[in-house]
């Protein structure tokens, strides 16, 4: 059952500022801490940002200064701001609802179906 729908993915230009959306079902961004993650092609899975469900927020080096992870509880949404786009950002990049245990994310299998970004050079 899909219940995380991602947007705002697509060829962008080098430099560019495109915001990822990802709308949930049954109140899923409300109840769960969330996570951004990127796939490019060859590479692993990686995590670029998360916020728990109090509004922390913690990004990944490569991409600090650069992202910004926010969400809007009343609009079931969490969204992935990108900023100062290398041809490196290029990947699909997925919605995850999961959980903090500790001072880490760690993603359950509940994933969208994931947006590709592709940054023009």
């Known amino acids: 059952q899909v219940q995380l729908v991602e947007s705002g993915g697509g060829l962008v230009q080098a430099g560019g500022f495109p915001r990822l959306s990802c709308v949930a079902f049954r109140s899923i961004v409300r109840r769960h801490d969330m996570g951004w993650y990127r796939q490019a092609p060859g590479k692993q899975r990686e995590l670029v940002a998360s916020i728990t469900s109090g509004g922390y927020t913690k990004l990944a080096d490569s991409v600090k200064g650069r992202f910004t992870i926010s969400r809007d509880n009343d609009k079931n949404t969490v969204y992935l701001q990108m900023n100062s786009l290398p041809p490196e950002d290029t990947a699909v990049y997925y919605c995850?609802?999961?959980?903090?245990?500790?001072?880490?994310?760690?993603?359950?299998?509940?994933w969208g179906q994931g947006t590709q970004v592709t940054v023009s050079t």
């Open positions: 995850n609802a999961g959980n903090y245990r500790g001072r880490s994310y760690y993603p359950s299998n509940n």
